[in-house]
């Protein structure tokens, strides 16, 4: 069964009309800001993880193609060079400096300085760790002066709704038949795999279905809230050289109740060990 295409219902930002949306400023690297043609040099701010990324393993998959990763080519095929140092290159460099033409290249490794929380390095090797995405392609029309892009935000995609329905029924509710054909996890899983061109899963189950959710929804908000529903949000992923130990008390899976919401409704009630 094929997938329908269905337009999803989002929130369409605007440049200027609806601001808000930053995805370009803070998820992508500066060094490719000409190739993509943007107005202002972005923060390099985010990245994903390795662990993420690694999910991404499905063959014909055209959902990897989001990702920016490995030595970056132009669109008509040169190198991304950076004129830089040896020394700026590279912290660590104990020859001779001197000036070059680098390629940019963008590793999935997040190894950290020792010692240091969450650093990886004020160097450019430092600030091409961690893979960037293009899910919400870099929009050459984000003003200079506010950095907001105008790419719509999906809310609700019928790919998610049929996400949930394949787990509904992994964890028990009743199978379905749509249009006389029965309705499986499998199947269902399939179609967006097929929608994408990725290789059909032989068979489904509650983990993989949620690295299937991984792949389809990656960057659009619903990762926290899938780690607490499978109970894996207490799991760590230890970057290299990391100080910090995950605080893997259940109650962080519940935010603290903003302030401001307190004063405005004194009825509120502070959650439990805030």
């Known amino acids: 069964m ?5 337009k999803p219902f989002a929130v369409p930002y605007d440049a200027l009309l609806i601001p808000g949306n930053q995805f370009t400023r803070f998820g992508f690297t500066p060094f490719l800001y000409l ?5 202002f040099r972005p923060s390099i701010a985010m990245s ?4 993420y990324y690694k999910l991404f393993n499905l063959k014909g998959d055209k959902r990897t193609d989001n990702w920016v990763v490995g030595k970056q080519y132009n669109f008509d095929g040169s190198p991304v060079l950076y004129a830089t140092t ?8 104990t020859g001779t400096d001197k000036a070059i033409n680098w390629q940019v290249e963008i590793t999935p490794d997040l190894t950290l300085v020792p010692g240091k929380p969450m650093d990886v390095g004020n160097d450019i090797l430092g600030q091409c760790k961690g893979i960037r995405s293009i899910k919400f392609y870099p929009d050459k029309n984000t003003l200079a002066t506010t950095r907001m892009n105008g790419n719509d935000f999906p809310a609700f995609r019928l790919s998610d709704i049929i996400l949930m329905k394949a787990e509904a029924i992994l964890r028990g509710a009743s199978q379905t038949t749509v249009a006389g054909v029965p309705s499986t996890p499998l199947d269902m899983v399939n179609m967006i795999r097929a929608r994408v061109g990725a290789e059909a899963a032989s068979k489904i189950d509650l983990d993989e279905l949620l690295n299937e959710r991984a792949r389809e929804l990656a960057w659009e908000g619903w990762r926290r809230n899938d780690l ?4 894996k949000y207490e799991v760590e992923y230890p970057l290299a050289n990391d100080i910090f130990k995950m605080d893997k008390n259940p109650q962080r899976r519940i935010y603290p109740i903003p302030t401001t919401e307190m004063k405005l409704n004194p009825n509120l009630v502070q959650n439990p060990g805030y």
Request: aromatic share 12%; no cysteine.
């Open 35 to 39: 190739k993509y043609e943007l107005q």
């Open 228 to 231: 607490i529903r499978f109970n």
């Open 48 to 51: 994903t993880t390795p662990e």
């Open 86 to 93: 040896a020394k700026a290159l590279d912290n660590n460099y």
């Open 2 to 6: 094929d997938l329908p295409i269905k």
